[in-house]
């Protein structure tokens, strides 16, 4: 599995020590350092079933600067404005073969997992 985080995000932080707990294997990858494409964005939304604007770090200054509501751009643009920055993308995701969990939500995780 792909653990896609930024390293100093408390939530990230709780997500890996709840893998790392249940000996879930994962390989790191700091969204900062290395923001998903579009095309990565794409499929983990199909994997996903949830809207791109799931995928959107709506509560990050640097999403708030931008002065635009992620549901007024269409998906294409939207994904493009993703890709260009990690930190608009919300965060951890967890993506397998046929999953992509996007932001830490304990009980979806233990659902889907285990």
């Not at 994997?47 to 708030?64: C, D, E, H, I, M």
């Amino acid at each position: 599995m792909l653990f896609v985080c930024y390293p100093k995000c408390s939530t990230c932080q709780k997500a890996k020590a709840w893998l790392e707990a249940r000996g879930i294997a994962f390989e790191t990858r700091n969204i900062k350092e290395a923001p998903p494409t579009a095309e990565e964005l794409a499929r983990w939304q199909l994997l996903s079933g949830k809207p791109l604007t799931r995928f959107v770090n709506t509560s990050g200054a640097q999403y708030r600067a931008l002065g635009v509501k992620a549901s007024d751009l269409e998906e294409e643009a939207l994904r493009a404005l993703l890709a260009g920055s990690g930190m608009l993308v919300k965060r951890p995701i967890l993506v397998g073969d046929e999953l992509a969990l996007v932001g830490f939500h304990e009980a979806e995780w233990g659902e889907k997992l285990t």
